[in-house]
């Protein structure tokens, strides 16, 4: 009896071991998602260092916010689909109040109406509607049954349309485009019909004379930059003309951290934001641009993979649709920083500094997280 003693003692190690691993993966849900947007928020946090002139304070407000981000994705990961899918239809009402109020009453001290001012903290609406629309939108197509009749798609379309529309307002062009895609990205994974797709691209194509017409001189201005940058490169072109400048003089490996002489000598402007891509192209070279684009496709992949699993109509198109809107944010940011697409300030996912637009992405990694823990339920 004493020789079984070891070995009874050892079983219930290991039990416990067990029991323990099994309940920390279903409190993280998916560990290899999770890990994966750790190690891409600490590599941002090295990379914002550099970008921000080793700024302590910056650095410190930035992981506040990783912090808060972190601990609301969980929570949210332990919601069931039930607890909020048919409250999410009503969330539009709350995201079009946001925009109003952001265009009556904006925060002082900033150069466009897009903050609210708390007091103790401020905030971008438009950054909150791009979580908030797909979320509604899902939910509101998901709630029938049956065929969704035409009446349905274009309630959906006037609420993505009216939402883009204030946020234009604000003015906000990136922001705008940003919030018709994670608008449209449900609308199409939802099944909208080939017939009402091509009316609305033909639509779209006659409209763009109009619309060009309708954009402020300096949203002209960056298109026209896009095709000549060197046109005006101590003016509209400068941005375009640096950040590429850096990012090729970054090579293979780069020049080393916090050696970057475009970033530290402050050449490019909105380096620790829009243009912190830059940053990384210098100092880590192509070695750390392909490290941080792995780390996307890889989110992307683990994202796509929990839509693709689920078995609620729901959760399909809702994670379906976050999973894209984050890799768009990616791709946009990449293409106007190299120069293939015009500035329209959207920042890096993840890695640009920003605490409104942080914790947006990881709330929707959060629901995401959700839908993987939901995955039992048949719709």
């Not at 910056?58 to 916010?65: K, P, S």
């Not at 912090?67 to 899918?85: D, P, S, V």
């Not at 048919?86 to 009453?105: F, G, R």
């Not at 809107?325 to 946009?332: D, G, Q, S």
Request: positive net charge; glycine residues 8%; charged residues 10%.
């Amino acid at each position: 009896m004493a020789k079984l003693r070891p070995l009874e003692h050892t079983l219930n190690t290991r039990l416990g071991e067990v029991t323990y691993s099994k309940k920390l993966s279903s409190i993280l849900v998916d560990i290899p998602l999770i890990l994966s947007l750790i190690v891409t928020l600490v590599f941002g946090l090295f990379i914002l260092y550099s970008a921000s002139g080793q700024s302590d304070l910056m650095i410190t407000r930035q992981g506040i916010y990783i912090i808060f981000g972190i601990i609301f994705m969980i929570a949210i990961a332990q919601l069931q689909i039930k607890t909020y899918q048919a409250m999410a239809t009503h969330l539009i009402w709350v995201a079009i109040s946001l925009l109003v109020i952001v265009l009556i009453i904006p925060a002082e001290g900033y150069k466009t109406n897009r903050w609210i001012d708390l007091g103790f903290i401020s905030f971008q609406p438009s950054e909150i509607v791009r979580l908030i629309l797909p979320l509604s939108i899902a939910s509101f197509l998901a709630r029938k049954r049956t065929r969704l009749l035409l009446k349905d798609w274009l309630i959906v379309i006037l609420a993505i349309f009216v939402c883009s529309f204030l946020v234009i307002k604000q003015p906000d062009l990136g922001t705008s485009i940003i919030i018709i895609t994670a608008g449209f990205l449900p609308v199409f994974l939802a099944g909208f019909p080939l017939f009402y797709l091509f009316s609305f691209s033909l639509t779209f194509f006659l409209m763009s004379p109009f619309l060009w017409g309708a954009l402020k001189e300096y949203q002209k201005q960056r298109i026209i930059t896009l095709f000549n940058p060197d046109a005006d490169p101590l003016g509209a072109g400068w941005n375009i003309s640096q950040s590429k400048t850096a990012i090729g003089s970054g090579g293979i490996s780069g020049k080393g951290y916090l050696e970057g002489t475009q970033s530290q000598l402050d050449f490019i402007p909105e380096s620790h934001s829009d243009f912190i891509f830059a940053v990384l192209g210098e100092e880590f070279g192509f070695i750390g641009i392909l490290f941080l684009i792995i780390l996307y496709a890889f989110i992307f992949y683990r994202s796509l993979k929990i839509a693709l699993n689920s078995k609620s109509e729901f959760g399909r198109v809702l994670v379906g649709s976050l999973a894209f809107i984050f890799i768009i944010y990616v791709f946009i940011n990449i293409l106007m920083v190299v120069g293939i697409i015009p500035v329209v300030g959207v920042p890096l996912p993840l890695i640009s500094q920003g605490g409104t637009s942080m914790l947006i992405h990881l709330l929707s990694f959060g629901f995401i997280l959700s839908i993987k823990r939901s995955n039992h339920e048949i719709n």
